[in-house]
């Protein structure tokens, strides 16, 4: 799971980067993604830790109610989604993909 890896990370630079590559990872303007990186530039130490401990935590919610959703769903169900519905999971499954290989 990318929040065990999340976790385990504990180098400022590291956890600096990881922000960075989440930030630029959302589905927002270009402007607002430049102003979010500027921002974690002149942050200090405590408060980069302190976001990127939420954004582990927010990674951490999101991957234990897929799991809970998954979980709810056999095999049958998922097997019958519509395409519309398996590309639209292949997309959420590919952001995550996107933070891993880029770090």
Known sequence: MIFD??????????????TQIMIMSLQISESQK???IQALEILDKQWVDNLYLEL??????YE?????EISKNNYSTVAGM???EALEKQKDLNSFSF???NL
Do not use: A, P
């Not at 234990?64 to 809970?68: A, D, I, P, S």
């Open 5 to 18: 890896f999340l976790k385990k990370q504990k180098e400022f630079k590291q956890k600096k980067k990881l």
């Open 34 to 36: 430049s102003l979010y």
């Open 56 to 61: 582990t935590r927010f990674v951490e919610n």
């Open 64 to 68: 234990l109610k897929e799991l809970k």
């Open 82 to 84: 519509r395409k519309k």
């Open 99 to 101: 933070l891993i290989n």
